[in-house]
C-alpha cells in the first residue's frame, strides 16, 4: 500500500513519535510511506526516519493559538492538494486534528475521497474555533482510530463512533537496560547528582501531566531523602503551559527546592533524541501521574530501559499495566504519588525489559494498522477513487 502519514509538528511529542515509528514498520513489512509535517523555516524533525518525508513550510501569522493552528493547516492542505502524485495514495491518516482538518478540506473539494484519523485523545480548548478544529477533524474521517480502549469508548459515548483500537509500542532495540556511549554524554550534559532517587517526569510541565502534584509528592520525598532528584524533561508543545512552569516553579520555592543544573529539581527542556534512552536508565523512576493520557508510552520506554514506574491508577494505564508491572498512585492525592515514589524505588531496577513491553511491539501495531487501512480501502474504493483537483485548491 501507497501509504501517508501525517502529523503536526517534527517536535518530539508522543504523537510524534507514534507516526514515526509506525511508519518505520509499515515499511519493513513492505509498504510505501510518506511522513507530512509542517515546518517553520530552519526546523528539522527531531529524529531521523527511513521514510519519505515530505515538509509544509509555514509561516506563523500570530502568536495566538488559532493563529498557529490555521497556518499550520493552511500549509498542510496546500502542500498535499500540491502533491503531483496524491491521487495514488491508498491512505492518507492524519495524528491530530491539523492534518486531519486539511485532509477534511480536501474530502469536501472532492480532492480525496475520504481519510483516517488517529485519536491519542480528544483535546479540549479553551478557543471556539480550535475546538471546532478538532471535533470537525473526527466527525469527518472515513474512519477513526484509537490507541486505547478508554478512549475508544469515549468517542462512542460522545461522538457515536466507533472506533478501531490500535496499540503503541516500544522499540527494545533502542529502548533497553544496556549502557552505551550516550550514557556519559548524558552524563556531562546534567548534573543530576547521586543514584538512589532520581525521579523522571518526561512531557514537560503541563496541568494533564499532573506536574505540581508530582512536584508536592517530590517535596515528600525528598524531606526523606535529601539528595533525590527530579527530573522534569521535554516540553516542546504548540500550546503554551507558561502560566502551569510559573506555578510549578512558585511552588517549589515555596518548598525551599532550588530549580536549575546540579539543584533538587532540573528542568531540561528538549534534549537530543539520541540521549532519551540514557535519560530513562539515568533514573531510578519513571514517574507519569497523568490525569489525561492516550496511551502512556513513555512509562512503557522507561521500563523497556530498567527503571521502575509509577503511573495514575487510571485507563489507559490500567488497561495495559498490571502491579507486578508498575506502583499505581491515585493522581489527585500527593501523598499516595509519594509512596508510589517509594514503593517503586524500592523495586530497584531490572535488568530486562518486563513482559509487558514484550507485548507492544510497532510491528504488532503496524499490522493492525493495515488491517484498517484494507478495510478502509474497501469503503473508499482507493486511489481509483480520487477526482481532479479543483482549480480554486490548485493555487
Known amino acids: 500500500m501507497k501509504i501517508g502519514l501525517l502529523t503536526h509538528s517534527v517536535l518530539p511529542r508522543g504523537g510524534v513519535v507514534h507516526v514515526l515509528e509506525l511508519g518505520r514498520a509499515l515499511l519493513a513489512q513492505g509498504h510505501d510511506v510518506t511522513v507530512f509535517a509542517p515546518v517553520v523555516a530552519g526546523q528539522l524533525l527531531f529524529r531521523e526516519t527511513p521514510c519519505r518525508l515530505s515538509l509544509a513550510l509555514h509561516a506563523p501569522r500570530g502568536e495566538a493559538l488559532v493563529e498557529v493552528v490555521r497556518s499550520r493547516i493552511d500549509a498542510m492542505r496546500s502542500h498535499l492538494a500540491a502533491q503531483p502524485d496524491l491521487d495514488r495514495f491508498d491512505v492518507l491518516h492524519a495524528h491530530d486534528g491539523i492534518g486531519a482538518n486539511a485532509l477534511a478540506d480536501l474530502v469536501e473539494a472532492g480532492r480525496i475521497p475520504g481519510y483516517l484519523r488517529t485519536v491519542h485523545h480528544v483535546d479540549r480548548f479553551a478557543d471556539a474555533q480550535v475546538q471546532a478544529w478538532e471535533e470537525r477533524s473526527i466527525r469527518v474521517a472515513t474512519r477513526v482510530l484509537a490507541v486505547s480502549a478508554l478512549w475508544r469508548q469515549r468517542l462512542l459515548a460522545e461522538f457515536g463512533i466507533e472506533a478501531v483500537q490500535v496499540s503503541n509500542g516500544v522499540d527494545l532495540d533502542r529502548y533497553a537496560p544496556i549502557v552505551d556511549a550516550s550514557d556519559a554524554e548524558l552524563a556531562q550534559r546534567l548534573d543530576l547528582g547521586p543514584r538512589g532517587a532520581r525521579v523522571l517526569a518526561v512531557g514537560g510541565i503541563e496541568a494533564r501531566k499532573n506536574t505540581r502534584r508530582l512536584l508536592a509528592a517530590f517535596v515528600a520525598l525528598h524531606r526523606q531523602r535529601p539528595h533525590a532528584r ?71 520506554e522507561g521500563l523497556a530501559c530498567g527503571t521502575p514506574a509509577v503511573v495514575s491508577s487510571l485507563a489507559p494505564f490500567t488497561e495495559h499495566f498490571a502491579p507486578s508491572d508498575v506502583s499505581w498512585a491515585e493522581p489527585l492525592e500527593p501523598a499516595s504519588i509519594a509512596d508510589a515514589l517509594s514503593r517503586a524505588l524500592q523495586r530497584g531496577r531490572h535488568t530486562e525489559p518486563p513482559a509487558v513491553c514484550r507485548r507492544f511491539s510497532w510491528a504488532a501495531s503496524a499490522a493492525r494498522h493495515a488491517d484498517a487501512y484494507r478495510d478502509f480501502i474497501d469503503t473508499t474504493g482507493g486511489p481509483h477513487a480520487r477526482h481532479a483537483l479543483p482549480a480554486a485548491l490548485a493555487g
Open 230 to 300: 527530579l527530573i522534569v524533561a521535554g516540553g516542546a508543545s504548540l500550546l503554551s503551559h507558561e502560566a502551569e512552569a510559573m506555578a510549578f516553579r512558585e511552588a517549589a520555592a515555596a518548598a525551599g527546592l532550588a530549580v536549575g543544573p546540579g539543584q533538587a529539581i532540573v528542568t531540561t527542556g528538549p534534549l537530543p533524541d539520541v540521549l532519551m534512552p540514557a535519560l530513562y536508565r539515568a533514573a531510578d523512576v519513571v514517574a507519569m501521574p497523568s490525569l489525561v493520557e492516550g496511551f502512556g508510552l513513555a512509562a512503557l
